[in-house]
């Protein structure tokens, strides 16, 4: 059975940081593109942070641009999100994703990806 799960979310003030983990189990997703996603309450789901199959192109939403970083271990079947900086906007369910969109625009929409976590709450204070 193919599983992402994430972890690390968790409720911090404005200003702080948090690490999200999401690992994989019954395939491996090393030539997979693995994207973030996450979605307010009331809200659709939005594109957070992307990485290439190849894991030499990383793709951000501009609202998070310079503070969020997305990294993979491919040793570990893994990929990360690492969150500086954060605003009570960023509060939210973050989800990641695994698929095989080709493009940086295909990375960017939920259409692109086939796997998906069951989500990790964020919650940020101001």
């Known amino acids: 059975q193919v599983q992402l799960v994430e972890s690390g979310g968790g409720f911090v003030q404005a200003g702080g940081s948090l690490r999200l983990s999401c690992a994989a189990s019954?395939?491996?997703?090393?030539?997979?593109?693995r994207g973030w996603f996450r979605q307010a309450p009331g809200k659709e789901r939005e594109f957070v942070a992307a990485?290439?199959?190849?894991?030499?192109?990383?793709t951000y939403a501009d609202s998070v641009k310079g503070r969020f970083t997305i990294s993979r271990d491919s040793a570990k079947n893994s990929v990360y999100l690492q969150m500086n900086s954060l605003k009570p906007e960023d509060t939210a369910v973050y989800y990641c994703?695994?698929?095989?969109?080709?493009?940086?625009?295909?990375?960017?929409?939920?259409?692109?990806?086939?796997?998906w976590g069951q989500g990790t709450q964020v919650t940020v204070s101001s």
């Open positions: 019954g395939r491996t997703f090393n030539s997979y593109a």
């Open positions: 994703a695994a698929g095989l969109p080709v493009t940086a625009a295909q990375r960017m929409g939920t259409h692109g990806y086939d796997y």
């Open positions: 990485l290439s199959r190849t894991g030499a192109g990383t």
